[in-house]
């Protein structure tokens, strides 16, 4: 994602978790407020683990790897989030980006927001599924193609268009229902 697209996301997330804020707790100011946008930002940006993980855990041995811990290990911390980037533009098989996750956060969300009362932790899965919805569905819109393979690597099978566009409906419906679930 680039630095724009970062600004874009982070600026609708904030004005998503000020609005979801305002709906929950109305005119009055809680401290738990400030929990939720905190957890939200901090759920928007994540999903970036995936790239982290995938560098210095998944696939050590990858050249990609290998650049980016020499980069870490000479405190190029810029050069190494460049390859991060470059590693997260690739056609690599990342967990927390797949069409498997999407129902994961789901059943997460519905369970941290009716059990578990904590106003960070609902931000945190409303910022997680927030950025994973806004991310397949960039994707969706720019290459289809390539949401087959970032998406749905998992799957064997081509997913056509429309089963694409109804695995994101069905998501941005789960997601709603999470936020509503906040709201109440």
């Known amino acids: 994602m680039q630095k724009r697209n970062y600004l874009l996301l982070l600026?609708?997330?904030?004005l998503y978790f000020i609005l979801l804020d305002f709906l929950h707790f109305g005119f009055t100011f809680y401290w738990e407020e400030i929990l939720v946008i905190m957890g939200g930002v901090a759920g928007l940006?994540?999903?970036?683990?995936?790239?982290f993980l995938y560098v210095f855990y998944v696939r050590p041995d990858d050249?990609?790897?290998?650049?980016?811990?020499d980069l870490f290990q000479k405190k190029?911390?810029?050069g190494m989030l460049g390859v991060i980037k470059e590693v997260s533009q690739t056609g690599y098989e990342f967990?927390?980006?797949s069409a498997l996750f999407g129902p994961v956060i789901f059943i997460l969300g519905v369970f941290v927001l009716t059990s578990s009362g904590s106003f960070f932790g609902a931000g945190l899965i409303l910022g997680i599924?927030?950025?994973?919805?806004?991310?397949?569905w960039?994707?969706?819109?720019?290459n289809p193609t390539e949401l087959n393979k970032k998406l749905f690597w998992q799957i064997k099978t081509?997913?056509?268009l429309q089963t694409q566009k109804i695995f994101l409906l069905t998501l941005l419906v789960g997601f709603l229902t999470c936020s509503g679930m906040f709201i109440r």
């Open 11 to 14: 600026g609708v997330g904030i």
């Open 45 to 51: 940006f994540l999903l970036d683990l995936d790239y």
């Open 63 to 69: 050249p990609l790897s290998f650049k980016a811990k």
């Open 76 to 78: 190029d911390y810029r």
């Open 95 to 97: 967990t927390l980006h």
């Open 129 to 136: 599924f927030l950025r994973y919805i806004w991310d397949s």
């Open 138 to 142: 960039e994707l969706q819109r720019k």
């Open 158 to 160: 081509e997913v056509s």
